[in-house]
Every structure is written in C-alpha cells, then in structure tokens.
C-alpha cells in the first residue's frame, strides 16, 4: 500500500496524463461554438481547408491576415480527420492544453520536485478556471502558449545537456516550439520567450559572478533559426500579396497592437490587477507565498531554476502590462510557471504536517469533506459572479484534493481522480444546452438554410467578423454581404448584428438579428 507521497515518477505521469485527457478532451463538441472568436477562427479554418488555399487566411472569401496560420492550419488538419463540426474546431486548443499539462510535470521532474509534487502542478494548472476554459475554445491562444512554454523548457533542457548531440537537439527544438509561436500570433511568440530566457541568463551569470557566452550564442543561434522557418510563408505572402499585405501582417497587426495606434482592446496599464482575482483560481491564493519563497531560494541558494520559473512569470507580464491592448486571455503563458511555483511551495511544508496529512488525512470527517465543501462553497460563488462555466475545474479539485490528502492505495488514487474528472465533464456536459441557448449561431443558420430550400438568399448586411465566420462555417461557402445604405434583393434574408434591436427581425444569441 502505497500513499500518494510515493507516487514513481511513471506512475504519476500516467496518472497526469490520463487526467489531462479526461478533462481537455472528454465532451469537447458538447459546447457548441460561441459567437466571437471561435467562430471567426473556426470559418476561417473552414474556408482555408474547403478552398484549398492555406497560404493566406480568409474570411469569407477576404484576406485576415490578423494571425498567421499555424491555428487554421491545425484545425484545417483536424476538420480532414473528423469532419467540419464544433469538436474538430476545438481539437488543437485541447490538444495544447494537454501538451501544457504534460510539459509543466516535465518541468517540475526537471526543477528536482518529487513525483506527486510535479503531479501536483498539472492539476493545478488544468484545473485553473481560466485555463481550462480557454482548453476548450477554438482560439489561438492555448496554441500560442504551449509554443512560448515548450521553447522555454527545451532552452533550460539545453543548457543541462551533457552531450553535443543532445544539445543540438534540444536547440532545434527550441527553434521550432518559438517559430511555431510566431506563426500563431505573430512575434509575440518569439519576443516572450527570448525575453523571458534573456533575463533568466542574466541573472543566472550575475549570481554566479560569471559570463556564459556559449548559452547567449545559443539563444542567438536558436531565435535565428526560428526567423529563418517563420521567413519562408512571410515571403511566400509578399509573392502572393504584395508590400501591403506583408506590412499588414508584420507591423500592423504586431507593432499596432503593441503601441496601441490600432486602438483594440486598449486598457489601462493597472487593468490586469484589477483582474487578477479571476486568474488562475481556485490556486492564486497560493501565487504570493510561493513567489515569495521562490525569491528567498534564489537570494539563498542562487537556484537557477527557480530564477528561471520566476522570470518567466514576470518578465511576460511586465512586457504584456507596458502594451496598450489587454485582455485576460493574453495571460495564458503565464499559468504554467504560476504552476510550478505553487509546486515547489508544497515540497516545503514541514515534515510533521506531511506526517499529520498523511495520518489523519483518510478520515472523511476531518480533511477530505472539509476540503470538498470548501471548494463547492467556492464553486458557488465563481459561478454566481463568472458564470458557471468557471465552477467546474473547482469541483473537480475537490475530488483530487479529497484523494491527495487520502493514504489510499495508488489504484484508489488512480479511480479516485479519474471518477472526478468524469463527475466534472459530466457537468459541463449537462449545462451545454443552456450555454448553447445563449452563446451559439448554429440556429440561426439552421433557419437560413430551411429558407434557402425555398429559395431564399442568405445576405449578410454589415456585418462583423464573428458572423462572417459563423456563416462560412454554417454553411459551408462564402456569403454575400452589403452595406446598410444597399437595397437588398427581395428573397434577401438578411442577418445583422446589433445591441439596439430591431423590431421586425427575430432575435438570436449575441445580439444578431434574422430579417425575413
């Protein structure tokens, strides 16, 4: 009989990895698709993988050059494997988030935490509320941060390498995970882990009293690399497209949105403060003692490794605070080094309270249904102020905390998370019908092609980009539009958005409109 404190290291990896899957992939398509950037990313995945063209995005038969395709070329892939539906559509943002899960316990393996303390930060982070909601939205963002995580640890893999040949290796790999970031957001996904590695390399000589020369040539040599992979589609777009449409995507939709001359999603410089309960929950509690601990290691001992960790929290969030255009989902990245700080404060709890858990843990009456109820109670109060969505990764802690505190067999441990997860998915599973009422276009659509059987035109009258998306994705081909000021035809049946209503139009979810 084993407690969980005894957990080997392939046994906990296999229980990370079973619990990744049941949480980012069990009923992934129950959700439908809501109306903003999953729609519009889901379109023009739609539109690239039934034109044929996967040069250059397009939205509704446009050119979108706000991201590069690395996203659209995946679930361009996933829509070729399991048809253009909800599900294939979410399939890359899933799959990355299990890839987070799965490196962040390599990389606490690698920071020399004990097994269940690297099993501990996977759970942490996929059951954060923020983190498992983005799991499971066809956005580029999840994408994005698995490539920024993966380059920063195959960086710190290459700097442990002992051999030449494993050090070209990890180098390589650094190159692809930093130009895979590119290629789904743009430089972003180069400048926050260079960044990120630079400072780290810093401070790592400073506190060693040395200079490292071979590890900055490496950088160097790795972001060059990652330059000339990215620059192969950005010169097949000036050839297709021009100086404009390569000035669109390189300083437009990158320096733009950095500077603010774009004006999207401008927000004060302290906006993530004030948003910062909703990150990371129900785990950011823990954030300030461990960065305060991780500090006191690094001024104590000079680890490198937490020095790292700590840069990759703060370096990425004091360049992502100094651009003009924030959004929460921006601070994805930074959930996996919030993980892995909260771990390392857990290898530090005195050994009489590991003793006194591992002792008194198993009575139901003292620890498990205290902490059950504590996180039900949480639970409640995140969906009445977030939404519901937001509860569920909560109640699914609860179980695995019940069980971390249990000294139960490694079988127990193993039914124990694996029941939980499935309880969880469960139900987000049973509110998808009424989330889909209030977030999803497919009824609309559904309406549009019943007319269209009777001949009927499907016309789109100013409408934005999520629409656009919607209806490529819907129905499956490129949709007229026109402006408010154009006459539309008489079989016309137009679709709008507007917050304002219109009285002869039937309303539908986000505030669209169908116009008979």
Known sequence: MKSLFALSGRQAFA?????GILITLAGLGVRELESGDETRVAGISAEM??????LIPRLNGEPFLEYPPLYYWCAAASYACFGIDDRAAKLPSALAALGCGLIVYLFARRLRLPPWCALGCCVMLMTSAQFFGNSRKCMVDMLLAFCILLAVFAFY???E?????RKVLFLLLFAAAAA???MTKGLIGLVLPVAVLGCWLVGRDCFARRFSFPSYAALGAGTLLALAAVSVWYWRLYAAGGADMLHTVLVVNNFGRFSGSQGDHSEPFYYYLIKMPSLFWPWLPLVPFAVWHAVKRVRRDGDAGMLLVLSFLFVPLLLLTAASGKRIVYLLPLYAPC????GVLL???PEKVRRFLTRYGGRPAVWRTAVVLLCITAAVFIAISEGWSFCYPLL?????????FSPRSVRRVWLTGAAWALFFVAIDTASAPFLNRENSLRPMFEVCRAMERSGRETVLLSAPERTRGAAYFYLRRNVREIRRDETPSADAVLITRSKSGRAEGKPFADHHWLIP
Not at 15 to 19: D, G, I, Q, S
């Open 157 to 159: 893999l290459w700097t």
């Open 396 to 404: 699914a802690a609860a179980f695995l905390l019940a069980a971390w």
């Open 49 to 54: 993988y039934l034109e044929g063209d996967y």
């Open 339 to 342: 993980a892995l700080l909260c």
């Open 180 to 182: 895979g970031g590119v």
């Open 15 to 19: 229980l990370a990895l079973l619990f």
């Open 161 to 165: 390498a002992g051999t030449i040949r």
């Open 347 to 349: 290898t530090e709890l």
